[in-house]
């Protein structure tokens, strides 16, 4: 499939270099999808209205925040995925090319001559794709993909800001945080409008990577953390949820991949030694990784009566990563087809995973920290002698330790998770901790980022409608 869809990409580009680009723009709105308040989709037609337009490129990253935008009146959400942009950036970039790469071109260069002519063909087609479908703003979640880099460049010269929704807001880890620096240090500053970020720590990041200047970045938490909110409150005034009561009970993994950078990583950005001198992995981490994970199925088996879900991201399962999972899982003695309450589901909803779970178990991933803001019983699974090592030092939740239940070897996980199965009660001193984490994560305690990603994307547009009219 991923060959033929590579062909059928090939052909696609070579036809769009032969057919003007007005038929280019025609092509490309019939792949352009309007988001409607039900979740539900439907072309985009040019519909001159009283809502602002906004273009999410890139759709299938955001998690949510498109669903969410759909939802307010004072805006017409559409979007289009990441390959129908690529067809324009690779009728010319014919090789797989990094941003820095063209902003770095030399002079005369073939690269620099086909930066030039990706430039002029994007702006091109794009100058006639926003006559056929009205655009008053585009949005990205990245700042690394070079699709959207020359979709930016096209957009702000036609006067269409762009705005960056960013998503990869955890940079508690310090060796995290020091490579998202190098990676937007290496670039050229933003060539969008605004950003839109979760926290203040990652701002700090693009401040100090001069990536962008203060006053084009804005925290505003993250837009799915509204129903959370919402539902913290109706949660414990529902003395836990009692208007719905889960009849069985659920343990929960957020899954992470024996690869994860919790056990190190190998990147030309920063001095991995400096971070890791013992070597860029942990030798450990398999043995660490089987642990926990035949530890879980032991106790699936040990408790029917109990569910059993591994939440993985979807991407993991199509990782190399994913292969050792499985060995791990057919190599135990338990047979898990065996076990109707072990359960693995990419696609569950993470914040109903949290409620209905009576213990969590996660690593790195913020939603541990949306967990502990629920009230949940939480195991870090440390073992191996995980805090012993320089790679513990690099880990986001390290100061915090006091608000999980830190499991340092397998007999502990087993007699944690029979403790949490029947323990509900929070301390109101261990509650307010939890929240002061999940605001430093997610800035916000009030529920109310929605209204903060609106203003900032009206005015950003405003704004520049101000700017065309003076020029």
């Known amino acids: 499939m991923k060959k033929l869809n590579s062909i ?93 790469d063209v902003e770095n071109a030399i002079n005369g260069s073939d690269l620099e001559i086909q930066h030039k002519k990706t430039e002029a063909l994007v702006h091109d087609v794009l100058s006639k794709l926003y006559k056929i479908i009205d655009i008053d703003c585009i949005t990205i979640v990245h700042f690394k993909y070079i699709p959207d880099y020359y979709w930016t460049i096209a957009s702000e010269r036609l006067n269409v800001p762009c705005i960056m929704l960013y998503r990869e807001c955890n940079v508690m ?78 343990f929960t993994l957020f899954y992470f991949p024996v690869n994860s950078s919790m056990f190190g990583s190998n990147n030309s950005g920063v001095n991995v030694k400096n971070y890791y001198p013992d070597g860029n992995y942990w030798n450990k981490k398999e043995s660490y990784f089987i642990q926990l994970h035949e530890t879980i199925l032991k106790l699936a088996k040990a408790n029917r009566e109990i569910d059993f879900i591994i939440k993985p991201k979807e991407i993991f399962m199509h990782d190399e990563s994913w292969n050792f999972y499985k060995k791990i ?81 397998i007999v502990d996980f087993e007699n944690i998770f029979y403790k949490a199965l029947n323990s509900k009660e929070i301390t109101k001193d261990d509650m307010k901790k939890r929240r002061d984490l999940y605001s430093i994560c997610f800035d916000d305690l009030s529920g109310n980022a929605i209204e903060k990603y609106s203003n900032t994307i009206t005015s950003t547009i405003e704004s520049s409608r101000r700017d065309n009219d003076l020029d």
């Open 8 to 100: 059928i990409s090939f052909f696609l580009r070579r036809i769009i270099v032969l057919m003007p680009n007005q038929i280019t723009a025609i092509f490309l709105s019939i792949a352009i999808k309007e988001r409607l308040p039900n979740g539900k989709d439907q072309f985009a037609f040019r519909k001159k209205s009283n809502k602002y337009s906004i273009l999410a490129l890139d759709s299938e990253r955001y998690r949510g925040d498109i669903d969410i935008l759909s939802k307010k009146n004072e805006f017409r959400v559409l979007h289009i995925r990441q390959g129908w942009q690529r067809l324009l950036t690779q009728v010319f970039l014919t090789k797989k090319r990094y941003i820095y």
């Open 173 to 250: 880890s310090p060796i995290i945080f020091d490579m998202v620096v190098d990676m937007m240090s290496n670039q050229k500053p933003f060539k969008g409008s605004h950003v839109i970020v979760h926290n203040q720590k990652i701002k700090e990041a693009f401040i100090k990577s001069n990536f962008v200047a203060d006053k084009q970045i804005t925290v505003a938490s993250a837009l799915r953390m509204d129903s959370l909110i919402k539902k913290n409150i109706n949660y414990f005034m529902n003395n836990f949820n009692k208007d719905k009561e889960v009849k069985r009970k659920i």
């Open 329 to 409: 899982v057919s190599e135990s003695r338990i047979d898990e087809t065996k076990l109707d309450n072990y359960i693995v589901d990419a696609h569950a909803d993470v914040h109903r995973l949290i409620i209905d779970s009576a213990v969590i178990c996660g690593g790195q991933s913020s939603t541990t920290i949306e967990s502990l803001y629920m009230g949940k019983r939480v195991i870090l699974p440390l073992f191996c002698g995980y805090k012993d090592t320089a790679y513990f030092e690099q880990f986001p939740w390290r100061n915090y330790l006091d608000l999980f239940d830190v499991a340092d070897n």
